[in-house]
């Protein structure tokens, strides 16, 4: 083999290698549009799970309630709340709880579930002031209530 023929061969091999500049701002631009497509559909998702999980807590709360009215005679009031679940009110002596297993939980966006008993919608009101924490609201902000 001649000495061009060797040099040609590696400089061909060092060509294949690597990636030109050009390669990889094609490449990282191709990534950034698929990430700007498919990152808020991704979100989306998230909210929508979040809603979920709310509606399926209150429905537990829900439960746990009428657990503690068959035992106790009547729902707690407001100002025992949603505790007197986990722990027995001390003026009720007929508590057999703990209505619930892991404690009271709070909404999927950190805030405390709403506990008003009596009701303005029926014999306890319960609910979750949605992703912002305040009254109303639409999309995943909207109140989620058991009425």
């Not at 309630?65 to 949603?82: I, K, N």
């Not at 003026?91 to 999927?108: A, F, H, I, N, S």
């Not at 950190?110 to 306890?124: D, N």
């Amino acid at each position: 083999m001649t000495t061009r023929t060797v040099r040609h061969r590696r400089d061909t091999a060092h060509r294949i290698a690597g990636f030109t500049l050009l390669e990889l701002l094609v490449v990282m631009v191709i990534i950034g549009l698929l990430a700007g497509y498919v990152g808020p559909k991704f979100f989306a998702h998230i909210g929508k799970a979040e809603v979920k999980t709310a509606r399926a807590q209150l429905d537990s709360l829900e439960k746990a309630l009428d657990a503690y009215r068959l035992d106790v005679g009547s729902y707690p009031t407001t100002e025992q709340g949603l505790a007197s679940l986990v722990t027995a009110p001390g003026d009720v002596p007929q508590w057999k709880g703990p209505y619930l297993k892991k404690g009271v939980p709070e909404d999927p966006w950190h805030h405390p579930y709403q506990y008003k008993a009596p009701g303005e919608h029926g014999e306890f009101d319960l609910l979750s002031l949605g992703k912002d924490g305040q009254p109303g609201g639409t999309g995943e902000a909207e109140d989620i209530v058991n009425w």
